[in-house]
């Protein structure tokens, strides 16, 4: 039996009225909505999800004001200017408004901001921290929202580590990304990818002298390791 359609339309979602169904009508099989700003901004798209978990209730209006007005309440003590409280903006917008290009990447995908940090950026810094020299703020996991629980401080590095199309490769019970298994051996990842795209196992590829080749390698190692791709 078919599951019964549950048309959001006319219904009001903080200042975001739903106009109609989109045309383009789903998103990632995800259904989409036209909807109407209380502000006066032209139509746009949001996923029901966003709507029915309160996610997304403006045009981004409502977070443009917030920051507005808490920038000029923190003026006088400086704390706008401070690179803790640039990251936390930053964060609101995307998972806010959906006119901010990166929206489609989190608050489009389903990704929100704690209802404690949304409306309070001292309460983000509070329990974030100050941030660290060179850090960036990342999510433990990449699927998870930004809170307390899933967030930390990590270097360019670390968080390069954690993309959702990462492939990690493991090796005697090791697991890393391609790219660190190279630097752990001090050969190129690409390189080492290049090995790899023509059938060399990871542990062949790690140890085989330059100019190496394949054939002379399995000839004095019949058996190759297993290398599973996480």
Same mark, same amino acid.
């Given at each position: 039996?078919?599951?019964?359609?549950?048309?959001?339309?006319?219904?009001?979602?903080?200042?975001?009225?739903?106009?109609?169904?989109?045309?383009?009508?789903?998103?990632?099989?995800?259904?989409?909505?036209?909807?109407?700003?209380?502000?006066?901004?032209?139509?746009?798209?949001?996923?029901?999800?966003?709507?029915?978990?309160?996610?997304?209730?403006?045009? *981004?209006?409502?977070?443009? &004001?917030? #920051?507005?007005?808490? *920038?000029?309440?923190?003026?006088?003590?400086?704390?706008?200017?401070?690179?803790?409280?640039? #990251?936390?903006?930053?964060?609101?917008?995307?998972?806010?408004?959906?006119?901010?290009?990166?929206?489609?990447?989190?608050?489009?995908? *389903?990704?929100?901001?704690?209802? &404690?940090?949304?409306?309070?950026?001292?309460?983000?810094? &509070?329990?974030?921290?100050?941030?660290?020299?060179?850090?960036?703020?990342?999510?433990?996991?990449?699927?998870?929202?930004?809170?307390?629980?899933?967030?930390?401080?990590?270097?360019?590095?670390?968080?390069?580590?954690?993309?959702?199309?990462?492939?990690?490769?493991?090796?005697? *019970? &090791?697991?890393?990304?391609?790219?660190?298994?190279?630097?752990?051996?001090?050969?190129?990842?690409?390189?080492?990818?290049?090995?790899?795209?023509?059938?060399?196992?990871?542990?062949?590829?790690?140890?085989?002298?330059?100019?190496?080749?394949?054939?002379?390698?399995?000839?004095?190692?019949?058996?190759?390791?297993?290398?599973?791709?996480?």
């Amino acid at each position: 039996m078919a599951r019964k359609f549950n048309d959001l339309s006319s219904q009001v979602f903080g200042r975001l009225t739903v106009v109609r169904v989109s045309p383009n009508r789903y998103q990632n099989r995800r259904m989409l909505y036209v909807c109407l700003c209380s502000c006066g901004s032209p139509e746009f798209e949001v996923l029901a999800q966003s709507l029915r978990d309160g996610n997304t209730r403006s045009c *981004g209006c409502l977070a443009l &004001e917030a #920051t507005v007005r808490m *920038g000029k309440n923190r003026e006088k003590h400086g704390l706008c200017q401070t690179p803790e409280y640039k #990251t936390w903006g930053r964060v609101v917008v995307r998972c806010t408004n959906p006119k901010s290009k990166d929206y489609p990447y989190y608050g489009g995908r *389903g990704i929100k901001i704690c209802d &404690e940090w949304r409306d309070d950026p001292e309460k983000f810094i &509070e329990d974030m921290g100050q941030r660290p020299e060179g850090g960036t703020l990342d999510r433990i996991d990449v699927d998870g929202d930004y809170s307390s629980d899933n967030c930390r401080w990590a270097t360019r590095l670390e968080q390069s580590h954690n993309k959702r199309n990462n492939v990690w490769f493991t090796l005697r *019970g &090791e697991s890393k990304v391609l790219a660190e298994w190279a630097r752990s051996v001090g050969i190129s990842s690409g390189a080492l990818m290049q090995r790899m795209n023509t059938g060399w196992t990871l542990e062949e590829a790690l140890t085989a002298k330059p100019g190496a080749r394949l054939k002379q390698i399995r000839a004095t190692n019949q058996t190759a390791p297993e290398v599973v791709p996480e």
